[in-house]
């Protein structure tokens, strides 16, 4: 828990620094341009889809709601197919109202990696477009 919870605290004090991912923008994504994966081909084969555009869909699980260093919101969650593969994702600019179990598309960029300080977080997704499924 309390590593959950250190990762976190990076996570929102280096916020800012993720934010040179690309120039796109929220609200002029063309859906074409996400290679369509599942978790488990983001799993077992992260080489492939590294700092690729993706688009997926998953089950919630871990939802938290945080501030970064400049004050805006943003939501953290980790998505997972059912079993034991799992991305975590962000989402800046607001909180998101997500519940453990809800049923989500999202978009975003890959990375199979990413550092912060002395922490290593694999698989990592920074949302673009986070939709709830019925």
Same mark, same amino acid.
């Given at each position: 828990?309390?590593?959950?919870?250190?990762?976190?605290?990076?996570?929102?004090? #280096?916020?800012?620094?993720?934010?040179?991912?690309?120039?796109?923008?929220?609200?002029?994504?063309?859906?074409?341009? #996400?290679?369509?994966?599942?978790?488990?081909?983001?799993?077992?084969?992260?080489?492939?889809?590294?700092?690729?555009?993706?688009?997926?869909?998953? #089950?919630?699980?871990?939802?938290?709601?945080?501030?970064?260093?400049?004050?805006?919101p943003f939501t953290l #969650?980790?998505?997972?197919?059912?079993?034991?593969?799992?991305?975590?994702?962000?989402?800046?600019?607001?909180?998101?109202?997500?519940?453990?179990?809800?049923?989500?598309?999202?978009?975003?960029?890959?990375?199979?990696?990413?550092?912060?300080?002395?922490?290593?977080?694999?698989?990592?997704?920074?949302?673009?477009?986070?939709?709830?499924?019925?």
């Amino acid at each position: 828990m309390s590593r959950v919870l250190i990762l976190s605290f990076l996570i929102v004090c #280096f916020m800012p620094l993720a934010s040179s991912l690309g120039d796109e923008t929220k609200n002029t994504i063309d859906s074409d341009e #996400f290679a369509e994966v599942t978790i488990t081909e983001l799993v077992s084969n992260p080489n492939q889809h590294n700092g690729q555009r993706v688009k997926l869909e998953g #089950f919630v699980d871990k939802v938290e709601y945080t501030k970064s260093s400049k004050g805006e919101p943003f939501t953290l #969650f980790r998505l997972n197919d059912g079993t034991d593969n799992e991305v975590r994702v962000y989402y800046e600019d607001e909180h998101l109202s997500l519940s453990k179990g809800d049923k989500v598309k999202i978009q975003g960029r890959y990375k199979k990696q990413k550092k912060y300080l002395l922490y290593k977080i694999k698989n990592v997704i920074k949302a673009r477009t986070v939709e709830k499924l019925s």
